[in-house]
């Protein structure tokens, strides 16, 4: 009787400590959370603060008057508010569908086929990784000059196309930089080094090519990593700046980052309501595509760590 006692009360002990133990967990994770996306509810607040209100001590936590002020200043200031928008999406659009296709094609052949030096390449693609963006930031740019230039020869007699060759000219300054990236190319290479080799060697039995191969097997089978490389591909590019900056050559050509960092100065300095809006209305979209593909994110995520 008192042993059967004595377990029970072990055993209360023990559901005790481990609720104890699910509930600090859980309060670590519920501030952890919260930290991290008070930035994210800041810029929102402060951006449907009236301006007249933003600059308020101690700041308040709800706006007491939430308006959209703040945003339709924002739309009068930067009357090309939406070509900027439009130029970000179809910059990060192709810059990310071309970023995940090379990646893929490179993640492939590091995984799967062996050639000659393909070890020694592929720790030079790596340690790529060490050199900051910062240093190529003027060879970029010398690199792209002279194809520039060599263009603007190649099409000095065709008038007619000059408003083509300009558009091509500074969204490609911008998309041919990031057709490939390190981290891409590493990620896909441990997800598809996971692969079974034996579906490879049955498509190759039956007569496949190589693009046979990968496009109908590695491809499909790789989709939550392709997932997630894009995800990582459409925020960098879409948020980019310093690049942006540096070679669009023109306004309209302007990305919604580099169009809106001039408006938010004035004679009177920086007019923060302007930049939390415009931060906000830069923001919507890349939350939205971050939800919309935040399954295939989890899975890759997932089946990395199961796999890995």
């Known amino acids: 009787m008192f042993a059967a006692l ?26 952890g959370a919260i930290v991290s996306l008070f930035p994210l509810y800041w810029m929102f607040n402060t951006a449907f603060t009236p301006g007249s209100e933003v600059i308020k001590l101690p ?6 008057n939430p ?20 130029n970000t999406l179809f910059i990060a659009l ?6 995940v296709l090379f990646d893929a094609m490179s993640g492939y052949a590091f995984a799967k086929r062996r050639f000659p030096g393909s070890r020694i390449l592929f720790w030079l693609v790596i340690a790529a990784l060490m050199i900051p963006g910062q240093v190529t930031l003027v060879p970029l740019y010398i690199m ?3 194809m520039r230039q060599v263009l603007t020869e190649i099409t000095a007699g065709w008038p007619q196309h000059a408003m083509v060759m300009e558009a091509a000219s500074n969204y490609g300054a911008v998309i041919l930089p990031g ?28 007569g496949a090519s190589e693009l046979g ?55 009177f300095g920086t007019n923060y309501g302007l930049l939390m809006a415009g931060a906000a209305m830069a923001a919507i979209p890349m939350i939205i595509f971050f939800f919309a593909f935040q399954r295939y994110f989890m899975a890759g995520i997932r089946i990395g760590a199961l796999k890995g």
Do not use: C
């Open 6 to 31: 004595s377990r029970r009360r072990t055993a209360r002990q023990r559901l005790t400590s481990g609720l104890a133990l699910k509930a600090f967990i859980y309060s670590l994770l519920t501030l």
């Open 59 to 64: 700041p308040e936590l709800i706006p007491k």
């Open 213 to 267: 191969i990968f496009t109908r097997i590695i491809l499909p089978l790789s989709a939550p990593a392709l997932a997630v490389n894009a995800i990582f591909a459409f925020q960098r590019y879409w948020n980019a700046f310093l690049w942006p900056l540096v070679v669009l050559q023109k306004q309209e050509y302007y990305t919604l980052q580099v169009g809106l960092s001039f408006v938010y100065r004035s004679e």
């Open 94 to 99: 192709v810059t990310m569908g071309l970023h």
């Open 67 to 86: 308006s959209l002020e703040n945003f339709s200043l924002v739309v009068k200031a930067a009357p090309n508010i939406w070509r900027w928008g439009a």
């Open 144 to 146: 792209i000059s002279d």
């Open 179 to 206: 057709l490939a990236d390190v981290i891409g190319i590493f990620l896909m290479k441990q997800f598809i080094q996971t692969l079974p080799s034996e579906l490879e060697e049955a498509a190759r039995i039956d």
